[in-house]
């Protein structure tokens, strides 16, 4: 609500901006709140950076839609120009955070283990209506965006809890604990973490702490490295198609690379031609998707013992505090470089 104070709602995935205020005008009346004011409510969505978007009646798959650190606000039309984010999303707190606290092993696998649960919840089909629909196909596709949006909240978390970090001391250290995490991701066979974590290191207003790298051991210079290597996408991603390529089931994919190659097969030619369907096409389609369901063909299974800081880490790896804001990120970084001096 504009005042911060806030109403839950249980919903689906692909629920519209219509459904969404209906419960929440069902909320409102059973908590005795103004008669006539349920009547105007508008939904806005509004991010980290305060910018607004009013959202349409007829909207699907809304929550889909958000950004990392944006919140839904139900308000009347008159209280839109007041909205505001929330204070948490503005105010930034350095200083030491649960991954300071918590093993590397533990962190990757519950990584893991989360967007493989994540991962199979994706329809193949999913995938081409991403690419050939568009936002059309929206309510079809979901799981998809979903998986795609936390893979951005894990690189903008790495950045995050980097740059957080005000000694320089425990900043390395955390640099040299992101690439063991890494390290445990590839090993689980799990690429989209691993190269989530990667891109959050190689984020601009991180790698330009050279004094915190410098001190970086050269064993995990050299390991980050060829980290790096593995996500380059010269030539058309060759190092990654040859690592994935040796690997069997189960494997979590870098699910934006399978996108890219389904959107050249589907840009890259007609679906018809002279009035006819391009067979060659779709059965290159086809086959690509089917590449997703070999990558589930077995489950996955990971050593993870039962115990309260088990508990403690799985939840907080399924719901990171991340500043998404890129020029908050380097003001971090500008301040951390200049203390180092």
């Known amino acids: ?138 309510r079809e596709t979901a799981n998809l965006e979903l998986l795609l949006q936390r893979c951005s909240e894990v690189t903008h978390w790495v950045a995050t809890e980097v740059l957080l970090c005000e000694a320089q001391g425990k900043r390395v250290q955390l640099l040299k604990k992101f690439i063991k995490i890494a390290a445990i991701c590839k090993q689980n066979q799990d690429l989209l973490s691993f190269y989530a974590v990667v891109m959050g290191l190689d984020n601009a207003a991180v790698s330009r702490l050279r004094l915190t790298w410098e001190k970086l051991p050269g064993k995990f210079k050299n390991l980050f490295r060829k980290f790096e290597n593995l996500t380059d996408p010269c030539r058309n991603h060759k190092s990654y198609r040859e690592v994935i390529s040796k690997m069997k089931p189960p494997v979590i994919p870098f699910v934006p690379l399978i996108l890219k190659d389904l959107t050249f097969l589907h840009e890259g030619s007609k679906t018809l031609v002279d009035g006819l369907v391009n067979i060659e096409k779709l059965h290159s389609v086809a086959e690509k998707v089917r590449t997703v369901r070999k990558y589930r063909s077995r489950p996955l299974c990971l050593d993870m013992e039962a115990s309260p800081h088990h508990l403690q880490t799985k939840a907080y790896v399924r719901q990171f505090q991340v500043i998404d804001n890129q020029n908050l990120l380097f003001e971090l970084s500008y301040k951390l470089e200049a203390n180092s001096q």
């Open 1 to 138: 609500m504009p005042d911060h104070s806030y109403v839950t709602i249980r919903s689906r995935l692909s629920a519209s901006v219509q459904d969404i205020l209906g419960s929440v005008t069902e909320k409102l009346q059973y908590s005795e709140e103004p008669a006539g004011r349920e009547d105007s409510l508008i939904l806005v969505a509004v991010a980290s950076s305060g910018e607004k978007v009013l959202l349409q009646p007829t909207e699907d798959c809304v929550f889909t839609t958000l950004g990392i650190n944006s919140h839904l606000f139900a308000c009347t039309r008159d209280s839109y120009e007041a909205l505001v984010p929330l204070p948490e999303e503005i105010q930034v707190s350095p200083g030491d955070t649960e991954i300071h606290r918590v093993e590397p092993e533990d962190v990757a696998n519950h990584l893991t283990a989360f967007h493989w649960e994540l991962f199979r919840c994706v329809h193949e089909l999913e995938f081409v209506d991403y690419v050939f629909h568009g936002e059309r196909g929206r």
